[in-house]
């Protein structure tokens, strides 16, 4: 019961990511323009974000403790029944006045590291594989038994579990730790109203089954991004892509309208965040060594760091990137979804937001991609040292969930090769979506200029 719920109220949004294969064709990288976005206040953001009903329906607080229990490390220093839940949930009241736990963004945009939660690190530790050996439709009976028997409960309920039901077994992934927040989105887009977001229990398209995973990147990075997504193709105002997991539960574009008017504060907040300290000694001599290799080889699309840094916003076509294609080439090639969110409800008002697809990817700024792995858009890779030499790469890989290790030189997770796949918790390279190749331009290097770009990276 405590992990099926766990997957239940674990379903969140990391964005609307929609990709496309349509787009600009072969040849050089594509300079991505700026996009005007609002401006707010970082200190309401972030209260918003760890006390806010942006999701308005949930589980009854009674029945969120039988099913996740109490957390008394209260990391992010709430008061009331916030400071018992888990820093990935609110204490919220629904619109009849129930209190109930719902989902906050820090389920996917926060992660412990080292006994403490950093936010803005994308949760790279979430279990989002089918659970093994539980009986669903069991669990389901419990659920709506408890909330015939609590009808005012029940209604506080109602939406979220309705969504949970329609989509939750079409959101599982291959491997643990990576992210299907791409596909959640098109499923819960396709079964709402473009223009009022009403719910419709009939999807209006068909999308393929298949799950293509992704990591999520760090929030911190976005004050330099002129677009969002791994292919670049969120444009115009960010704050609409980061109210998508509103689709959850709303019920009408009034709340939407509610939730967008905090949304300028909620971008302050992310814009506001840093990406954590190297903690561990640097070579220093070896680190400048390394600053001129990597101004040399790696600045002309991940930018360059420190005093006067620049970052060219390019989005890299998919022949000279090279990486696994199928986030790009997946279920948002179709016009209709496409279509959908570009006349839809977010696409105007005073802050519209629309979907410029591309085939490729951007290549993202690095501030803080020490902590960062795994790396490539499907988490893929478990350290910089294999990112930067494809022959280090293993096919099949694991690492410890429950006490994950983190390699401070090679940059990346302490993991384990295997040969073969045999569980969900062993990263598969060989399925689709899953791949780890491209991105070879780390094999020119010497294994000197390697060593030396690694240890640059650790102070950026």
């Not at 996009?35 to 707010?40: D, I, T």
């Not at 109203?193 to 009939?202: E, F, G, R, V």
Request: aromatic share 10%; charged share 20%; glycine share 10%.
């Amino acid at each position: 019961m405590r992990n099926h719920l766990l997957v239940l109220l674990t379903i969140c949004v990391t964005g609307l990511g929609f990709n496309s294969l349509t787009g600009p064709g072969p040849g050089d990288p594509v300079p991505i323009p700026h996009s005007q976005q609002r401006r707010g206040n970082a200190d309401s953001g972030y209260q918003y974000i760890i006390t806010g009903d942006y999701v308005n329906s949930g589980l009854p607080i009674g029945f969120y403790r039988v099913g996740i229990g109490t957390d008394k490390r209260n990391f992010l220093r709430r008061e009331g029944v916030n400071a018992t839940m888990r820093h990935d949930f609110n204490m919220v009241k629904a619109p009849n006045g129930v209190a109930i736990a719902v989902p906050n963004c820090l389920q996917c945009h926060a992660q412990a590291f080292e006994d403490s939660i950093i936010i803005g690190l994308g949760n790279s530790l979430a279990d989002f594989t089918p659970i093994r050996g539980f009986d669903s439709k069991f669990a389901t009976g419990v659920l709506e038994t408890y909330m015939r028997a609590n009808r005012k409960k029940g209604e506080a309920s109602r939406s979220f579990i309705r969504t949970g039901k329609a989509i939750g077994s079409g959101i599982f992934t291959e491997v643990r730790g990576v992210n299907p927040a791409d596909r959640l989105t098109a499923l819960l887009i396709s079964h709402r109203d473009k223009n009022t977001l009403q719910w419709s229990d009939t999807a209006s398209s068909t999308l393929p089954q298949q799950v293509i995973p992704s990591d999520v990147p760090a929030w911190w990075l976005l004050k330099k991004k002129n677009a969002m997504f791994y292919s670049g193709f969120g444009r115009g105002d960010f704050g609409r892509f980061l109210m998508g997991a509103i689709l959850l539960t709303v019920n009408d574009t009034v709340h939407a309208n509610k939730v967008d008017s905090h949304m300028n504060d909620v971008l302050a907040y992310i814009n506001s965040l840093q990406p954590p300290r190297y903690p561990k000694p640097v070579k220093q001599t070896l680190a400048d060594q390394g600053r001129i290799v990597f101004e040399r080889s790696c600045a002309k699309c991940h930018g360059t760091y420190g005093d006067g840094w620049k970052y060219p916003n390019l989005l890299i076509p998919q022949q000279v990137i090279g990486t696994d294609s199928m986030l790009n080439n997946s279920n948002y090639q179709h016009s209709d979804m496409i279509s959908w969110f570009n006349t839809s409800w977010f696409s105007k008002g005073d802050h519209p937001a629309k979907l410029v697809p591309f085939n490729g990817y951007v290549a993202p700024p690095l501030d803080g991609v020490w902590i960062t792995a795994p790396y490539l858009h499907n988490g893929s890779i478990p350290t910089i040292e294999a990112l930067l030499d494809s022959r280090l790469r293993p096919r099949y890989w694991s690492r410890d969930f429950k006490k994950p290790q983190y390699d401070y030189e090679r940059l990346g997770w302490t993991y384990t090769t295997h040969p073969s796949p045999d569980k969900n918790d062993r990263y598969d390279t060989t399925l689709p979506g899953y791949g780890n190749q491209g991105h070879t331009f780390g094999d020119k290097l010497t294994d000197v200029d390697r060593r030396a770009v690694i240890e640059y990276l650790k102070t950026i």
